[in-house]
């Protein structure tokens, strides 16, 4: 007999509809491999619209309306209320409520305000965004914990590859010293792209098309979106919250087709590389293009792949490659954080 999970979802734009085709698509092979039907009963999104049915909805129906209309108006039970995510998670008696929302750098919200709802009402959380656990993880931990209840943020950072998990568990008893790497997707697929000759212009255009890009690209070429991925990490790794602000950041808006090819004369790469590390003076947090050697560990991420070297302490460096943005590679880390909750 399976155990019926009811799942509510928000934000329904790239990632969130990349869950609903997840759950849609391995349905049977989740019942089968793991015993859990995910029951999607809500679907809340501020442009395209509230559904909700206590039975689960139709991911077919949802996904049609989506692909043909752009919104989610025209089901049955839609609203276009503008309803508070204390309104909407009570009244369904969620298990997990999953967030994907795009991200809000100066306010962590709508994601901070739907996550404490969650936590609040005694759901689990599962988060995509940034905004809520880049800007008070440890209040939202604190909160969970109070509560019984789970918070996972792995596709907040490097989408569904398992950095998160990696130091949570598998890297369980060592210390990490810094961490450092590629976080932002669309810039170093725009980067890659304009090593081969590209415009910067035709290569955002093109991340923007394949759903790597944020709502608002700026945050990712501006190095916005990298920084808070670094906020996530200072939390998780040390502890310690820094805020958006105080990471020493600079995007990619100012890297010329002639600074890349310099490099490339040089045998070395542009790359925006981010990193938070420990030093006397405490923790730091920085975003920028570098030059790195071709020889460097980074240097050979490409496209839409991430990359983070952990420096610790039992292990030395440790580095963890994969997807770092894209629907189902987002997906796949909040699909990974519900059998995680579900599993107990
Ligand atoms: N816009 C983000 C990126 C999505 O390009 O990395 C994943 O967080």
């Known amino acids: 007999m399976s155990a019926v999970k009811k799942i509510g979802l928000f934000g329904c734009g790239t990632v969130g509809r990349g869950l609903v085709e997840l759950l849609r698509d391995k349905r049977d092979w989740l019942e089968d491999k793991y015993g859990f039907l995910f029951e999607l009963?809500?679907?809340?999104?501020?442009?395209?619209?509230?559904?909700?049915?206590p039975?689960?909805?139709n991911p077919d129906e949802v996904l049609k309306n989506l692909a043909e209309k752009g919104d989610l108006f025209s089901m049955g039970s839609a609203s276009s209320k503008r309803f508070t995510p204390d309104e909407l998670i009570g009244?369904?008696?969620?298990d997990i409520v999953c967030d994907a929302t795009p991200t809000n750098y100066e306010t962590g919200q709508p994601s901070l305000g739907i996550l404490r709802a969650a936590l609040s009402s005694g759901a689990c959380a599962v988060t995509s965004s940034k905004g809520g656990v880049g800007f008070d993880l440890a209040g939202l931990e604190k909160l969970a914990q109070g509560n019984g209840v789970k918070l996972r943020y792995e596709s907040s950072v490097l989408s569904g590859t398992p950095l998160l998990n990696l130091t949570r568990d598998?890297?369980?008893g060592c210390e990490i010293s810094r961490a450092e790497g590629i976080v932002n997707g669309t810039t170093n697929y725009i980067l890659t792209m304009m090593e081969s000759g590209a415009s910067y212009a035709s290569a955002l255009t093109e991340a923007q098309r394949l759903g790597y890009a944020e709502a608002n690209p700026a945050g990712d070429v501006e190095g916005f979106d990298a920084a808070v991925k670094v906020c996530i990490m200072a939390q998780a790794f040390f502890g310690v919250k820094i805020s958006v602000g105080?990471?020493?950041?600079v995007g990619i808006t100012g890297v010329t087709p002639e600074d890349i090819k310099k490099a490339a004369s040089e045998g070395r790469r542009v790359k925006l590389i981010a990193g938070v590390k420990r030093e006397e003076g405490g923790i730091t947090g920085y975003v920028?293009?570098?030059?790195?050697?071709?020889t460097h560990p980074l240097a050979g991420v490409m496209g839409a792949a991430n990359a983070v070297c952990l420096t610790t302490d039992?292990?030395?460096?440790?580095?963890?490659?994969?997807?770092?943005?894209g629907a189902r590679e987002t997906a796949q880390g909040m699909l990974a954080d519900m059998l995680e909750i579900a599993r107990g």
């Open 41 to 53: 009963c809500l679907i809340s999104d501020y442009l395209k619209g509230t559904v909700k049915s």
């Open 91 to 94: 009244s369904l008696q969620l």
């Open 288 to 294: 920028g293009p570098q030059a790195i050697d071709i």
């Open 170 to 172: 598998a890297l369980a």
């Open 55 to 57: 039975h689960g909805l």
């Open 246 to 249: 105080e990471v020493k950041r």
């Open 314 to 325: 039992n292990l030395g460096d440790v580095t963890i490659v994969g997807p770092g943005a």
